[in-house]
């Protein structure tokens, strides 16, 4: 069927919100003035949740290698496609970078330069590491819980020297900078 040929878009920028809406959860969870949660039992349950928003972040800029899909389309389709891909993928894009502002904004209020910075790249890397997983090596999100096993053995994989790519972190690496870019236009956009 021709009319579904990107229906699993939607899927993917369903994913991709996942980790802005925990982002918001946390967000107003930490914010909430509730007698009942302790000081200990609430920042164990909002880095807790934290880990969760970084498993799933990975999903919103994902979305942006669905641009290799575009070498299956003849010349006449390729500007419609370019369209809808392009469309989603800035969407996603949108999601995640808000995702990832807001969880810094929620973490750590300071806002220093130096500790944006970090976080920012550290965000950018393991997003680029947990995009090729999900990319190249067909892992998902849910593998950590259904076998965190083979997922932690081809993370173990990427960091062994025999089995380094040159091109596979130039990837990531460039990756990595698109990130970072999306991240900073949303920061400029949002005023954070």
Not at 76 to 86: K, M
Not at 104 to 120: A, C, E, G, R, S
């Amino acid at each position: 069927m021709e009319s579904l040929r990107y229906s699993f878009l939607v899927w993917n920028l369903f994913l991709a919100g996942i980790p802005f809406y925990i982002a918001f959860w946390i967000n107003r969870f930490k914010s909430q003035n509730n007698p009942r949660w302790s000081t200990h039992i609430k920042s164990a349950v909002v880095y807790g949740a934290s880990c969760l928003w970084l498993l799933f972040l990975p999903n919103s800029f994902y979305i942006i290698t669905d641009f290799i899909h575009l070498r299956y389309v003849t010349a006449f389709q390729f500007y419609f496609d370019a369209l809808i891909l392009s469309s989603f993928s800035l969407s996603a894009l949108i999601l995640g970078s808000a995702s990832v502002l807001l969880i810094y904004k929620t973490l750590f209020p300071d806002k220093t330069i130096v500790t944006q910075l970090l976080f920012f790249i550290s965000c950018s890397i393991l997003n680029a590491i947990g995009v090729y997983l999900g990319r190249v090596l067909r892992w998902n999100s849910w593998d950590v819980v259904f076998n965190p096993r083979g997922l932690l053995y081809d993370i173990l994989d990427l960091f062994q020297y025999n089995y380094i790519n040159k091109r596979i972190w130039l990837a990531m690496l460039g990756l990595s900078g698109i990130y970072l870019a999306s991240l900073y236009l949303s920061k400029k956009f949002f005023h954070v």
